[in-house]
């Protein structure tokens, strides 16, 4: 054999052996990011989801109470408890507000429009405490960020 061909062979497998090896490469680390971003968005989204699980049964925990203790008379403990009860609501609410998904719908207009009133009042009004509660309710029950993925999960034994 010629040691020329011999030279162009060797040459031609060890191009096409470190072309492989960084082929395996590149591929294997684009893999890796994936699956890093990915956990980085779960971890995200598990997060956001106990934010928001925290704020919705604050903000509902608060108006059942107020729904109770606004009816107190003035001057009796109850009553004192609903001026508490009462800026409590008001947080919560205000923080669901800022955690709104769409901030540009109807949905989060009468929200606020809601809040508005609900905030201006001297004294909470019974009937805006229920309305406010169904839309929590609401909300909590269409909040797509609480929704489980429909997706079934991968086996994780390959």
Not at 66 to 80: F, I, R, V
Not at 88 to 109: C, D, I, M
Request: charged residues 30%; neutral net charge.
């Amino acid at each position: 054999m010629d040691i020329t061909f011999i030279i162009i062979a060797t040459s031609m497998g060890s191009v096409i052996s470190l072309l492989g090896s960084f082929i395996t490469t590149w591929v294997m680390n684009r893999q890796e990011r994936e699956r890093w971003r990915n956990e980085k968005q779960g971890q995200a989204d598990l997060w956001l989801r106990g934010q928001l699980q925290e704020v919705y049964s604050n903000a509902l925990e608060q108006l059942s109470r107020l729904a109770y203790s606004a009816k107190a008379e003035p001057g009796t403990p109850l009553h004192d408890r609903a001026i508490d009860d009462f800026t409590a609501a008001q947080k919560w609410l205000g923080l669901l507000l800022v955690y709104h998904p769409r901030k540009t719908n109807e949905e989060f207009s009468a929200l606020t429009k809601q809040l508005k009133e609900f905030i201006g009042d001297e004294w909470p009004d019974p009937k805006k405490v229920h309305a406010l509660r169904v839309a929590v309710i609401g909300m909590a029950a269409y909040d797509e960020r609480f929704q489980v993925s429909a997706e079934p999960e991968k086996d994780k034994r390959k």
